[in-house]
């Protein structure tokens, strides 16, 4: 069996990413919504894992991340802090949890904190919502931003497409970068955006810039069952596939079925 070492095995900290992204060390991110897959994720030396509100894609068959609620995001990362003894952990806030006003954003993001023990939460969007990033930080809660594609925003967008292509979105989408920088983000994730783009990004920030579809970073994230191969039925150009799970467990549990149909499952020595 492989093992995979990590160079540092203490708790991975929004410090530790910071001086990550000072020394020239990628950050390796990956999503994962329960107990299981993130003790995998960690023990494989992701440094960070994001419970992405794409569990609503994911987890729940839905079209958008819109649907998924507080409580919901609760379970989950409750689920999957259970799991993680290294990396950092960071939760999305959900659709409407945060864009009504300060108080109420920051009223939620207590509530993620402390019933689920996360590190860290993300929030999508630039200077619309600064006020609230800013009174969640000042309750001392680590704020990571996201920017480019964000997916809660898929309706007024009205397209998956690569965003800020042109000029007046590319200068808004750094100067968001900058105001979530000044304000006290200790990251900012950038989703399908030209690798351009993202690159100045990468070099006018001090904090660490984390891309999706954005090129090269000072880290990556992926969905896990999309980079597992578990949805064989969505392939952007952006995604590396390292496994097709989708034929490994449509195989195996084929072939539970067969030997239950058989009668080959359970044999003497599987039964008391
Ligand atoms: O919810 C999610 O999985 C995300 C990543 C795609 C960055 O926000």
Redesign the pocket.
Known sequence: MATYLVEDARKVTTHRLLEMKQQGKKIAML?AYDYTTASIVDGAGVDCI?V????SNVMAGNLT?LPITLDQMIYHARSVVRGVKRALVVC?MPFGTYQVNPTEGVRNAIRIMQETGADAL?L?GGVEILDTVRTILEAGIPVMG?LGLT?QSINKFGTYAVRAKEEAEAQKLLSDAQALEEVGCFAV?T?KIPAALNAQVCQSLRIPI?G?GAGSSDGQ???VDDMLGKNNGFSPKFLRRYADLHTIMTNAIGAYVADVKSGDFPNASEQY
């Open positions: 999503t994001l992405g509100d794409s569990a991340t999305d993300k999508e996201h997916p994730v989703e984390i999706i994230v992926l969905v």
